[in-house]
């Protein structure tokens, strides 16, 4: 079993659509979470941490789910620059990080 | 706003020399990584470096690598005998404390030939 599975995609939605991606983790160990996009031959950039708590940041949510070893990402009104591959990314406390595959979306006019 | 820099953008190679990808991180980072992502695949977690001293390590990142940061500034990751499937990019990161984001660099592009 992978450490982190996220949904395959690729998502195609138009724009204003709402989108969901999840992602499970095997690690229990795992201390902390982020989400971070990637576009096209660039570097990841860190969309948002994700607490148990839930966090909001505009048109995005993170969520998570200790109980369970998911979290996840809900998009609002999504728009064209959202297009993207977002990565589930988890930290242990030793230095190591370990990435998702990615989940590309494409938000069409 | 302080960035991540890393030289040189494209690096092309023949097997079986050595590359040296650079690293300039943020001045107040502490903790230190390197990451490799072959085209089309996923982010892959090569080391990850600390007070001088590797914290952890993948099961990439064999005998042919090695890492250092002489000079308090540059971070450097050294491939010693570069192989075919050595080809991808490689993205240094850091941060303010081990479980904190990271800030990446740009990347380097390394092309083996």
């Known amino acids: 079993r992978k450490e982190v599975e996220q949904d395959p995609g690729p998502f195609n939605v138009p724009e204003g659509a709402t989108v969901a991606f999840n992602c499970t983790y095997s690690n229990s160990a795992s201390q902390s979470f982020f989400w971070y996009r990637q576009d096209c031959r660039k570097e990841p950039k860190l969309l948002m941490s994700?607490?148990?708590s839930g966090n909001e940041d505009g048109r995005f949510t993170a969520q998570l789910n200790r109980a369970s070893q998911y979290i996840s990402l809900l998009i609002r009104d999504s728009k064209l620059s959202d297009s993207a591959t977002y990565l589930c990314?988890?930290?242990?406390?030793?230095?190591?990080?370990?990435f998702g595959d990615g989940t590309t979306l494409t938000v069409k006019p | 706003e302080p960035e991540v820099t890393q030289t040189p953008s494209h690096q092309v190679t023949q097997m079986g020399q050595e590359v040296i990808l650079r690293c300039v991180p943020i001045s107040n980072h502490l903790y230190f990584y390197w990451y490799r992502q072959i085209l089309g695949q996923k982010v892959e977690f090569l080391v990850s470096?600390?007070?001088?001293?590797?914290?952890?390590k993948s099961e990439i990142f064999d005998d042919q690598f090695s890492v250092e940061r002489p000079d308090g500034s540059n971070f450097t990751l050294k491939i010693r005998s570069t192989k075919l499937e050595d080809s991808a990019m490689y993205f240094c990161?850091?941060?303010?404390?081990?479980?904190?984001?990271?800030?990446f660099g740009p990347g380097t592009r390394l092309t083996v030939l």
């Open positions: 994700v607490y148990s």
């Open positions: 470096f600390y007070n001088n001293e590797i914290s952890e």
């Open positions: 990161a850091g941060n303010t404390q081990s479980l904190d984001e990271q800030f």
């Open positions: 990314v988890l930290y242990t406390n030793a230095g190591k990080s370990t």
